[in-house]
């Protein structure tokens, strides 16, 4: 009996130690095939330094949510889980703001106020229709600061479960992405050309905006190129990346220069470059039309040398935005969204980080680009869709266009690319040419560095209302918001990102939902297998048991 106690005490005590140690150190395994919950560590660095809570607020809680947000919501709590498992610190709650009836409204215009919009849902289930209203953001807070962190990742033409998978896969960068702004202290200097007829600020406001929350923004001019270009190139080496949108007026050969050696020194470039002069506004005069011409900006063979080639030709498409004309006379005029082919609507053949599970982005008259071979490593990041034609300049263009059924066998160029990324070593533009002026440190090969160019000024060009810049990608007359902004601003990460943030993005997640179609149609059969079929299995083993016991005992 002693002996039993013995053995019962040291099990016990083995128990509990099992348990004190399992509650200080534990592991966590990830089985699934795509390792969804593992962290990269790009992701796991954002934390890492998190010191005191930082608080996480998501606005994504109901009982009566769509399976599709339900399975959203699910995969939200269980990435902040693992962020949670890695630091402590890291504390969330999931809130319900429209749940009390009482506050619902006040909520509602609080959020708003501070750029939460709502998102109404229509979802099919069971063969009913049902009409949902969600809050898919979240707020982290950390040390004073608050940044709001996007839950959905909307994508043009997508159904409801293709919504959520988009979503589902943006998660991980979205909250890293965040948390980055929370932890990480601006220090990367970003200069806007100024000086060869760039667009207005008031045109690059709302893209300017969002950048200014990751990095440091100002203009530079190389007017000061003429009388001190060794100054200027010094100023200029300052900052970590240029923007050039959409110049158009042609730089001399002492500004490409240093343009030139600034890239040689390891620079960074984004060049939104329009070859054909031509604006949608100048089309809304009496004629309807106006003559689209090559813009000479001398940058040719600049952008040669590099390994590309932009060609003053428009490319039309019959996979393109609408543009929106009021059509009739007087007060019987209504507006109407009509086919507009020099508006391409561009996407990506590829998961590189800067265009994987991102939205149509729309362009306005834009350019072809063509890729050189030499040293340089080339992406396509956008291209349109196959049926396009190429048409050169100059060359008259009407709005009559839109009442003009077009041939589609005329648009038989295929694919063509819009924007490219470029990589590597580049060699100068004035390698083993006459410099038009000397500087000291000059070199004919750069350190490795990277270049965005694309094809289209207007893709960084916003609205201007009475009340102000409007909103990058959103068209007004149709209520679509296209890719434009976010597009931009990962091609910005991508080049300035040296802890590997943005590549995040290639994560590729597969999200599994069940046929709503099939569930209401095999309904009542599933119901029949799952209730009716184990009670008759019943009945036949008890039949089968009363049966054979009678017949062993009355023997």
Sequence with gaps: MNKHIKYILILLVVLIGINYVSSKAFKRFDLTEDKRYTLSEAAINTIKDVESPMVID????????????????????????????KNSHIV???????????TRDRNMQQLMERGLTPMQLSVQETGKSSQDVIFPWALASY???????????????????EL?????????????????KLTK????????????????????????????????????????????PQKTLKDLEVFDLIIAAKPTEAFTEEEKLVLDQYTMNGGKSLWLIDAVAMEKDSLYNDSGSNFAVTRDLNLTDFFFKYGIRINPVLVST?????????????SE????????????????????????NLNLVRFDFANQIDTLKNS??????????????????????????VTQEPDPALFNKGNQTLAVLLEGEFSSVYQNRIKPFKLSGEKDKSTPTKMIVIADGDVIKNDVSRNGPQELGFDKWTGQTYGNKEFLLNAVNYLLDDDGLINIRSKEITVAFLNQEKITDEKTTWQLINIAFPLVLLSLFGFAFNYFRKKKYSA
Excluded at 196 to 218: C, H, R, S, V
Excluded at 318 to 330: E, H, K, N, R
Aim: overall charge neutral; cysteine-free.
């Design 58 to 85: 998501v606005f994504l809680k109901g009982d009566n949510f769509p399976s599709e947000i339900r399975r959203l919501q699910n995969e939200t709590r269980q990435l902040l889980e693992e962020f949670s498992a």
């Design 164 to 180: 959520v998978i988009n979503s589902v896969q943006h998660l991980e960068y979205a909250f890293a992405d965040g948390f980055n």
């Design 318 to 330: 019959l996979y393109s935005a609408p543009i929106t004309l009021a059509m009739g006379d007087g």
């Design 185 to 228: 202290p601006k220090s990367r200097k970003i200069a806007i050309l100024r000086g060869n007829k760039e667009l207005e600020d008031k045109y690059i406001a709302n893209f300017a905006k969002k950048l200014g929350e990751y990095y440091y923004l100002a203009p530079f001019t190389l007017d000061s190129v003429a009388t001190n």
């Design 143 to 161: 040390n004073d600061q608050t940044v709001i962190i996007p839950l959905v990742k909307s994508k043009i033409g997508a159904s409801q479960q």
């Design 376 to 401: 340089i490593k080339k992406t396509i990041l956008l291209q349109t869709e196959p049926l396009t034609k190429l048409e050169g300049t100059p060359r008259q263009i009407s709005l009559e266009v």
């Design 333 to 356: 005029s209504q507006f109407q969204h009509l086919r507009w082919p020099y508006s391409p609507l561009a996407s990506s053949k590829n998961n590189h980080p800067i265009v994987n």
């Design 92 to 102: 969330f709650s999931f809130i319900n703001p429209l749940e009390d009836e009482s």
